[in-house]
């Protein structure tokens, strides 16, 4: 199996990379149950305090793969419920993990790249980093990845990049709440970060981690189901099949 998270230890940080620069480290099923096989290494071995997500390539992540939707044999429906099930046991795993996520991002983030940011403790960006919430281009909606999004970005700044689609930089990504912090050097401010948490127990860090996903994860659970269905359901309209074909065969869409 082609390895597309790599898993490193480092003391109490266990490092995840997400290691697809291809097709811009885009959300597979092979990469996402490496992911979730990463998480899992982490929780388990002893000493481990903190998970940073990484990536190689100029891009973080890029969101669904697209190439993969459009090249599955199988019932389009089935197959789009099956990845929006993917997608929605992802982030509630991220929330709930016990240790801290942070992401460390030094490249641009798509789509449900933009999810696992919101789902991530702290996330750090380097300054020439952007950001895009691209879906309402494609025919299809931030559903799912609303659920993690809507608790981190003000309300003002959500109710205009949900529907722009418009690239922004990380020090906006900062202000609105998206971002923890803009550095200028993203692996110095981590690795403060991961000192400074490194110190906790893991106890201490499981449950004042507890504290601040509480909510989140309460809105989660009551909302998921309902924007898991959504998803499967826009990604299978006639207009997501032509805004998908139109990016793929880079043409504008028949509704431009």
């Keep these: 199996m082609t390895q597309l998270v790599r898993f490193e230890r480092e003391g109490p940080v266990a ?17 996402v149950e490496q992911l979730h096989d990463g998480l899992t290494r982490a929780t388990a ?10 990536h190689t390539g ?4 890029a969101g669904a793969d697209l190439s993969e939707a459009s090249a599955s044999s199988s019932d389009p429906a089935e197959q789009a419920a099956a990845r929006a099930q993917e997608m929605t046991r992802l982030l509630r795993r991220i929330l709930e993990l016990p240790l801290p996520v942070i992401a ?17 403790d702290i996330a750090v960006a380097g300054r020439s980093s952007t950001f895009a919430l691209t879906e309402a281009r494609l025919g299809v909606a931030p559903s799912i990845i609303s659920l993690t999004l809507l608790p981190r ?13 418009e690239k922004f930089g990380a020090d906006v990504a900062a202000d609105i709440g998206l971002i923890t912090v ?5 692996g110095a401010t981590v690795a ?33 189901e309902k924007l898991t269905q959504q998803t499967a359901t826009l990604f299978v309209s006639e207009q997501a099949r032509e805004g998908m074909l139109a990016f793929l065969q880079k043409r504008a869409p028949d509704w431009r």
């Design 15 to 31: 490092r995840l990379t997400l290691d697809s620069p291809h097709n811009r480290n885009a959300l597979s099923s092979a990469l």
């Design 45 to 54: 071995e002893q000493g481990v305090r903190v998970v940073v997500l990484g």
């Design 58 to 61: 100029g891009t973080f992540c």
């Design 104 to 120: 460390a991002v030094d490249g641009h983030v798509r789509a449900g790249g933009m999810g696992l940011v919101g789902a991530c």
């Design 153 to 165: 970005m003000t309300a003002r700044a959500a109710g205009r990049y949900f529907v722009t689609g």
């Design 182 to 186: 803009a550095s200028d050097d993203v």
């Design 192 to 224: 403060e970060l991961t000192a400074a948490i490194g110190q906790g127990s893991p106890q201490g860090l499981a449950a004042s981690k507890a504290l601040t996903t509480a909510a989140v994860l309460d809105d989660f659970d009551r909302r998921a």
